[in-house]
């Protein structure tokens, strides 16, 4: 059984650019969620997508946008990136019913400069 | 506004003694809880879960209380283990079987002394 992966594990981008981070989600999970942890903070839900499409949203603005592949992996992409998206980006790999609880990856540590 | 609030930023325990971790949340729509570890350069672990039909679940070392009047569970360690150090996030959903939306609470720092 294959684990939660992310990549890149650490990225450095310039203030304006745009960013796109990716996650592998667990064997047999169908959902996949992003959340932004900040530094001494909890991880914050910014959202969650199953059968290829946006299912949920945190309090994160339309820069903030995603993709869910056939293969259940996804992406997270960024654009017009600020000073305050320096953070920890996480990937949580469910299934959407089962009660079963969300793993997930290390981590993609972004940091905007 | 902070839904599920950790209020005690960290927590120091002699091992071998129970460390007792605790978390309150504010939306009563919440049915299910969950407790994760995370270590530095990891991503949060699943430790334990309690659904709100429920006021106690038990894995060994860790056992988690749910008190729904006072919207207030713990996460209790016994023993402590110098291993057990580090940061515990209390989260909740509401909608039991989607546990992906996860609502956190801002993290404990345990440590664990030998």
């Known amino acids: 059984e294959t684990g939660v992966t992310q990549s890149p594990t650490h990225l450095i981008k310039t203030r304006g650019q745009q960013v796109t981070l990716r996650c592998s989600s667990q064997?047999?999970?169908?959902?996949v969620s992003w959340y932004q942890q900040a530094l001494g903070q909890g991880p914050q839900f910014i959202f969650q997508?199953?059968?290829?499409?946006?299912?949920g949203r945190g309090n994160f603005p339309p820069r903030f946008s995603g993709l869910q592949f056939p293969n259940y992996s996804s992406e997270l992409n960024v654009n017009a990136l600020e000073l305050d998206d320096s953070a920890l980006y996480l990937c949580?790999?469910?299934?959407?019913?089962?009660?079963?609880?969300?793993?997930f990856g290390q981590g993609t540590r972004l940091t905007v400069v | 506004d902070q839904q599920v609030k950790q209020n005690s930023p960290s927590l120091s325990v002699q091992e071998g003694r129970i460390s007792i971790l605790n978390c309150d949340y504010t939306?009563?729509?919440?049915?299910?809880f969950l407790w994760y570890k995370k270590y530095p350069a990891e991503g949060p672990t699943f430790l334990i879960s309690?659904?709100?039909?429920?006021d106690k679940n038990e894995d060994g070392r860790f056992t988690v209380f749910l008190n729904k009047s006072a919207k207030h569970l713990s996460l209790h360690i016994v023993p402590s283990q110098p291993g057990d150090s580090a940061v515990y996030f209390c989260?909740?959903?509401?909608?039991?079987?989607?546990?992906?939306?996860?609502?956190f609470g801002q993290g404990t720092t345990l440590q664990v002394k030998p």
């Open positions: 949580a790999s469910s299934q959407w019913t089962g009660n079963t609880e969300a793993f």
């Open positions: 064997s047999g999970h169908n959902t």
């Open positions: 997508y199953y059968r290829e499409e946006e299912n």
């Open positions: 939306n009563s729509m919440f049915d299910y």
């Open positions: 309690i659904s709100s039909i429920k």
């Open positions: 989260a909740a959903v509401h909608g039991s079987s989607n546990t992906g939306k996860l609502i």
